[in-house]
């Protein structure tokens, strides 16, 4: 036992190159003592204590110079800074981290060490500490002369070629926002530059973040600013950043945007429409602008914050969709023809036929959301098959009515994105429907009544396998519509019959909405979904909703495949479903599926 201790004390104290040797020493002695004498004369030298003393002296020295060498390494590499000229700091932030890994895989313990740090700084390090020092003071001094915070640490070259300055913390209102374009939520993933292009990509001249998780965007500061105590909350997706506060703005001027803030090119088309009966009550301001072109009107009407931008002749009108001008009968567009007086190929209308854009202000009338002011007695359901466009539903509906919907679920990232009843339990009651996709009957029972949507199959099942494996607003690859498709389809395709079968048999009172005709006719279609939850119709609401109505959860189109996913035996498969829901539609004296289903 004392033997073991004193071997073990040995082990402790001795340095770990001298037990190296004395191992390789210990196998060597097992093959011939000759091989040995070498050895033990070496292990002699170390043993002196100066020399001991220097060796270390000079291994402590090469690692510092090796660490040294990394960092200016990192620091100032080529290619951060042609990151950072494409202002991607997530990108560079995880290229930096794979920099430290290689150029400092040999040193062990300081690897680790690097590691760490860059970590606690955001896994960035753009420049030396002194530097980012005193860029961090000359902020504090001075906001208004600065450029946006999340170039700090870069050099003096990178922030000049930055798209956007900060320009301080705003106060906002829920009531009458600073910014009143569009906005959209992350709360999970939000990051500064993420809001900034976003706003730049439609044209808008500001940008602002708030409450660590919500972009606002705008053409014109409509608030008061407020301390820069006050905008103190950290991003979500950029713990390095601030991102505004409760109610307070942290805002930035996007420098680059400001040409394409002023031109038409992200504007939408509506069509021609009949001049409205009472076109000053409709349209509330107008005025003549000489020399008339598409771009100065939607200018004119995106600085006055209106959402319509009418063109009549050398009259540009500015205003919102309303009862006196829906916009929901369209005209030929041979009877607004009328050449611009500033623009040569582009049409500004007349007198009786009028030319409308869409500008890139959001409308305001249908975006304020909270959970229902008592708690229901009633639970509906908004029950559909996956990928027959649930999500996009809760959307509009959550605009038509003003209240949060609810889940059977919980999906986080619908949560982050802004369906903030997507938490509560959908027994809660604080939530005008619920989210659902299961058709067992014991499941339908206990919901009062349902909403029932439906789509062509054929259209669904792409939709849930892009969702499957692209996410809510994705595309599945190439690779995984040719070797999972089937597979997929086999187990889904019954559930798409039965689900509709089920609800039809054992729901209580159930409205059947077709996606295809809400997407034809979104006002009408959703108006009688309105009513089906008991609420009273807001026909302003219902026309703000579709100026906006696609949102961030609806897919910009099918992405189209190379090749037919689906062989001749699953279309006969789908085909004989569809007949299936069709009579059972019939016999509960309802329409039956839409033309564009087949087969009849």
């Given at each position: 036992?004392?033997t073991?201790?004193?071997?073990?004390?040995?082990?402790?104290?001795?340095?770990?190159?001298?037990?190296l040797?004395?191992?390789?020493?210990?196998?060597?002695w097992?093959?011939?003592?000759?091989?040995?004498?070498?050895l033990?004369?070496i292990?002699?030298?170390?043993?002196?204590?100066?020399?001991?003393?220097?060796?270390?002296?000079?291994?402590?020295?090469?690692?510092?110079?090796?660490?040294?060498?990394?960092?200016?390494?990192?620091?100032?590499?080529?290619?951060?800074?042609?990151?950072?000229?494409?202002?991607?700091?997530?990108v560079?932030?995880?290229?930096?981290g794979?920099?430290?890994?290689?150029h400092?895989r040999?040193?062990?313990?300081?690897s680790?060490?690097?590691n760490?740090?860059?970590?606690?700084?955001?896994?960035?390090?753009?420049?030396?500490?002194?530097k980012?020092?005193?860029?961090?003071e000359a902020?504090?001094?001075?906001y208004?002369?600065?450029?946006?915070?999340?170039l700090?640490?870069?050099?003096t070259?990178?922030?000049?070629?930055?798209?956007?300055?900060?320009?301080?913390?705003?106060?906002?209102?829920?009531q009458?926002?600073?910014?009143?374009?569009i906005?959209?939520?992350?709360?999970?993933?939000?990051?500064?530059?993420?809001?900034?292009?976003?706003?730049?990509?439609?044209?808008?001249?500001?940008?602002?973040?708030?409450?660590?998780?919500?972009?606002?965007?705008?053409?014109?500061?409509?608030?008061?600013?407020?301390s820069?105590?006050?905008?103190n909350?950290?991003?979500?997706?950029e713990?390095?950043?601030?991102?505004?506060?409760?109610?307070?703005?942290?805002i930035?001027?996007?420098?680059?945007?400001?040409?394409?803030?002023?031109?038409?090119?992200?504007?939408?088309?509506?069509?021609c429409?009949?001049?409205?009966?009472?076109?000053?009550?409709?349209?509330?301001?107008?005025?003549?602008?000489?020399?008339?072109?598409?771009d100065?009107?939607?200018?004119?009407?995106?600085?006055?914050?209106?959402?319509?931008?009418?063109l009549?002749?050398?009259?540009?009108?500015?205003?919102?969709?309303?009862?006196?001008?829906?916009?929901?009968?369209?005209?030929?567009?041979?009877?607004?023809?009328?050449?611009c007086?500033?623009?040569?190929?582009?049409?500004?209308?007349n007198?009786?036929?009028?030319?409308?854009?869409?500008?890139?202000?959001?409308?305001?009338?249908?975006?304020?959301?909270?959970?229902?002011p008592t708690?229901?007695?009633?639970?509906?359901?908004?029950s559909?098959?996956?990928?027959?466009?649930?999500?996009?539903?809760?959307?509009l509906?959550?605009?038509?009515?003003?209240?949060?919907?609810?889940?059977?679920?919980f999906?986080g990232s619908?949560y982050?994105?802004?369906?903030?009843?997507?938490r509560d339990?959908?027994?809660s009651?604080?939530?005008?429907?619920?989210?659902?996709?299961?058709?067992?009957r014991?499941e339908?029972?206990?919901?009062?009544?349902?909403?029932?949507?439906i789509r062509?199959?054929?259209?669904?099942?792409m939709?849930?396998?892009?969702r499957?494996?692209?996410?809510?607003?994705?595309?599945?690859?190439?690779?995984?519509?040719k070797?999972?498709?089937a597979?997929v389809?086999?187990k889904?395709?019954?559930?798409?019959?039965?689900?509709?079968?089920?609800?039809?048999?054992?729901?209580?009172?159930?409205?059947?909405?077709?996606?295809?005709?809400?997407?034809?006719?979104?006002?009408?279609?959703?108006?009688?979904?309105?009513?089906?939850?008991?609420?009273?119709?807001?026909?302003?609401?219902l026309?703000c909703?579709?100026?906006?109505?696609?949102?961030?959860f609806k897919?910009s189109g099918l992405?189209?495949?190379e090749?037919?996913p689906?062989?001749?035996?699953?279309?006969?498969?789908?085909?004989?479903?569809i007949?299936?829901?069709?009579a059972?539609?019939?016999?509960?004296n309802?329409?039956g599926?839409?033309?564009?289903?087949?087969?009849r």
């Amino acid at each position: 036992m004392r033997t073991g201790q004193s071997y073990a004390w040995i082990a402790l104290t001795l340095p770990f190159s001298q037990i190296l040797i004395l191992c390789f020493i210990g196998i060597l002695w097992s093959r011939g003592a000759t091989m040995v004498k070498p050895l033990l004369k070496i292990h002699r030298y170390f043993c002196r204590k100066p020399v001991r003393f220097f060796s270390l002296i000079l291994l402590y020295l090469t690692a510092g110079s090796l660490v040294f060498l990394h960092s200016g390494i990192m620091w100032d590499s080529p290619g951060s800074s042609r990151r950072q000229a494409r202002g991607d700091s997530v990108v560079a932030a995880e290229m930096a981290g794979r920099t430290t890994v290689l150029h400092v895989r040999g040193l062990g313990l300081m690897s680790r060490v690097f590691n760490k740090d860059n970590r606690k700084a955001g896994g960035r390090r753009f420049g030396p500490p002194w530097k980012k020092t005193g860029q961090a003071e000359a902020v504090g001094k001075d906001y208004t002369n600065n450029w946006n915070r999340a170039l700090k640490g870069r050099n003096t070259k990178d922030m000049e070629d930055g798209r956007a300055k900060y320009i301080g913390c705003y106060v906002d209102n829920t009531q009458k926002r600073a910014l009143r374009g569009i906005s959209f939520f992350d709360y999970k993933k939000m990051t500064v530059f993420r809001c900034q292009d976003n706003c730049a990509e439609r044209g808008y001249m500001f940008a602002g973040l708030e409450f660590g998780a919500e972009c606002y965007c705008g053409h014109k500061i409509q608030a008061s600013n407020a301390s820069e105590s006050e905008c103190n909350m950290q991003c979500k997706g950029e713990k390095s950043n601030l991102c505004g506060g409760a109610n307070r703005l942290s805002i930035y001027r996007l420098e680059l945007s400001q040409e394409s803030a002023r031109r038409y090119g992200s504007a939408i088309l509506k069509g021609c429409f009949h001049k409205p009966d009472n076109v000053t009550l409709a349209l509330p301001f107008s005025a003549v602008i000489q020399n008339m072109s598409v771009d100065k009107c939607v200018d004119m009407c995106t600085e006055r914050e209106k959402t319509l931008a009418v063109l009549a002749g050398d009259r540009c009108h500015c205003g919102f969709p309303t009862s006196l001008f829906p916009l929901h009968d369209i005209e030929e567009d041979d009877l607004c023809l009328h050449r611009c007086q500033g623009e040569e190929f582009e049409s500004c209308g007349n007198d009786d036929y009028f030319v409308v854009y869409q500008t890139q202000v959001q409308d305001k009338r249908c975006m304020d959301r909270h959970f229902l002011p008592t708690r229901s007695k009633q639970l509906f359901a908004l029950s559909s098959f996956p990928g027959a466009g649930n999500t996009w539903a809760r959307h509009l509906i959550e605009l038509a009515t003003g209240f949060y919907t609810g889940s059977y679920y919980f999906d986080g990232s619908l949560y982050n994105k802004g369906f903030k009843g997507e938490r509560d339990h959908w027994r809660s009651g604080r939530t005008i429907c619920i989210k659902t996709h299961e058709s067992g009957r014991k499941e339908i029972e206990a919901f009062d009544a349902g909403i029932l949507m439906i789509r062509n199959p054929y259209k669904a099942l792409m939709a849930e396998f892009n969702r499957k494996y692209g996410g809510h607003i994705g595309f599945a690859s190439q690779a995984h519509w040719k070797g999972k498709v089937a597979r997929v389809c086999e187990k889904l395709l019954p559930w798409w019959a039965s689900h509709t079968l089920d609800w039809l048999q054992f729901g209580r009172r159930v409205h059947v909405v077709h996606f295809e005709e809400l997407k034809r006719d979104l006002f009408a279609q959703l108006k009688g979904m309105v009513q089906f939850l008991g609420l009273e119709v807001s026909e302003e609401r219902l026309l703000c909703v579709e100026g906006q109505k696609d949102g961030n959860f609806k897919r910009s189109g099918l992405r189209k495949l190379e090749y037919d996913p689906y062989t001749a035996e699953m279309r006969a498969h789908i085909d004989e479903l569809i007949r299936t829901v069709d009579a059972a539609l019939k016999k509960r004296n309802m329409p039956g599926v839409p033309e564009e289903y087949r087969p009849r």
